[in-house]
């Protein structure tokens, strides 16, 4: 019997996983981050001590927040964890476990679970666009990750969109993101209700009367409950959404979407479906894409991560 361990190591926690050669899960727990270099990685080899002496273990997975390097060994740089720079992961891991040690950015391990394990299966060009406080992305073109030349291929929510559009945290104006997200959804509904109360009181109800408390699932119990503001805002996130995947598909002309993280909802889904074809190009003569909800929710990088680590040990 194989096992490997699998790690998501996020900016707050680490979330550590046993899994069997059947990427069962064997065992699960959770350990804080650490600020420094030394508590970080003081944390990831003692997780993975305990791993190697509760179960035995062939390889390590790990998904990491950050732009890794093509050979999936050393972090070029995190915006999650700064002081990761440069710096061997995988290598450090190695030299104290014994074992082979992978490492893959968490939104391209999350992506490479659903092609191989979940909504993604069967799929030959797939992408995986994660809605959570901003957009994130993961490509598999031709069965097989794509991570484009410098390690930044994927980048979907940075799409420009609207020229001279909302600001974004990459610095660029504009950006899909902004119009397509957890937090464009709350952004919306937050202006809405400020602007008309009448038309808001369903959302001003189930935020106790206070805008700012509005969340991206409270716009989706409004919606459900049929509340015509909060199904308008869907509309309008939505046709953004479907917009952004049509000028993915113009580039990349995938055969499946798989739509994750904690935005991606029925509805968010339906109105994408519905939007994709009036912006996709030659609508009426080609295939078009499947858009799918995600399998796997927050243990994707970790499945992910286990995945890829169990693959190199059959290589
Ligand atoms: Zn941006």
Same mark, same amino acid.
Request: charged share 20%.
């Given at each position: 019997m194989v096992n490997i361990f699998a790690l998501d190591i996020g900016g707050t926690k680490i979330a550590c996983g046993i899994y069997d050669e059947n990427l069962d899960l064997v065992r699960e727990w959770k350990v804080p981050t650490g600020k420094s270099l030394s508590d970080i990685e003081g944390a990831v080899l003692k997780a993975c001590r305990r791993a190697r002496e509760e179960a035995g273990i062939a390889a390590i997975g790990i998904s990491a927040a950050g732009n890794i390097k093509p050979d999936r060994r050393?972090?070029?740089?995190s915006t999650n964890i700064?002081?990761?720079?440069?710096?061997p992961l995988a290598d450090i891991i190695e030299a104290e476990c014994k074992v082979p040690v992978i490492v893959e950015n968490d939104a391209n391990a999350a992506g490479w679970a659903e092609f191989a394990h979940g909504?993604?299966?069967?799929?030959s060009n797939m992408v995986m666009v994660t809605l959570g406080t901003g957009m994130g992305g993961a490509l598999v073109l031709n069965k097989e990750l794509y991570r484009g030349s410098f390690g930044?291929? !994927?980048?979907?929510?940075?799409?420009?969109?609207?020229?001279?559009g909302l600001p974004c945290g990459c610095g660029?104006?504009?950006?899909a993101e902004k119009y397509a997200s957890g937090t464009a959804l709350e952004t919306l509904a937050k202006q809405a209700v400020r602007r008309d109360p009448e038309a808001g009181s369903k959302l001003l109800e189930l935020c106790e009367g206070d805008p700012?408390?509005?969340?991206g699932s409270l716009v989706f119990a409004a919606a459900e409950a049929g509340d015509e503001l909060s199904l308008s805002i869907f509309r309008e996130t939505g046709s953004w959404l479907g917009k952004t995947l049509a000028a993915i598909s113009a580039v990349l002309d995938p055969d499946t979407y798989v739509l994750g993280g904690s935005a991606a909802t029925p509805l968010l889904l339906a109105e994408a479906r519905s939007a994709y074809p009036k912006f996709l190009q030659a609508s009426s003569f080609r295939p078009h894409a499947e858009i799918r909800l995600a399998k796997?929710? !927050?243990d994707a990088g970790m499945i992910g991560a286990a995945d890829l680590a169990l693959r190199k040990v059959r290589e």
């Amino acid at each position: 019997m194989v096992n490997i361990f699998a790690l998501d190591i996020g900016g707050t926690k680490i979330a550590c996983g046993i899994y069997d050669e059947n990427l069962d899960l064997v065992r699960e727990w959770k350990v804080p981050t650490g600020k420094s270099l030394s508590d970080i990685e003081g944390a990831v080899l003692k997780a993975c001590r305990r791993a190697r002496e509760e179960a035995g273990i062939a390889a390590i997975g790990i998904s990491a927040a950050g732009n890794i390097k093509p050979d999936r060994r050393t972090i070029a740089f995190s915006t999650n964890i700064p002081c990761w720079i440069e710096y061997p992961l995988a290598d450090i891991i190695e030299a104290e476990c014994k074992v082979p040690v992978i490492v893959e950015n968490d939104a391209n391990a999350a992506g490479w679970a659903e092609f191989a394990h979940g909504s993604g299966q069967g799929s030959s060009n797939m992408v995986m666009v994660t809605l959570g406080t901003g957009m994130g992305g993961a490509l598999v073109l031709n069965k097989e990750l794509y991570r484009g030349s410098f390690g930044m291929a !994927g980048e979907v929510g940075h799409l420009p969109m609207v020229s001279s559009g909302l600001p974004c945290g990459c610095g660029l104006f504009g950006c899909a993101e902004k119009y397509a997200s957890g937090t464009a959804l709350e952004t919306l509904a937050k202006q809405a209700v400020r602007r008309d109360p009448e038309a808001g009181s369903k959302l001003l109800e189930l935020c106790e009367g206070d805008p700012e408390k509005i969340t991206g699932s409270l716009v989706f119990a409004a919606a459900e409950a049929g509340d015509e503001l909060s199904l308008s805002i869907f509309r309008e996130t939505g046709s953004w959404l479907g917009k952004t995947l049509a000028a993915i598909s113009a580039v990349l002309d995938p055969d499946t979407y798989v739509l994750g993280g904690s935005a991606a909802t029925p509805l968010l889904l339906a109105e994408a479906r519905s939007a994709y074809p009036k912006f996709l190009q030659a609508s009426s003569f080609r295939p078009h894409a499947e858009i799918r909800l995600a399998k796997f929710s !927050g243990d994707a990088g970790m499945i992910g991560a286990a995945d890829l680590a169990l693959r190199k040990v059959r290589e």
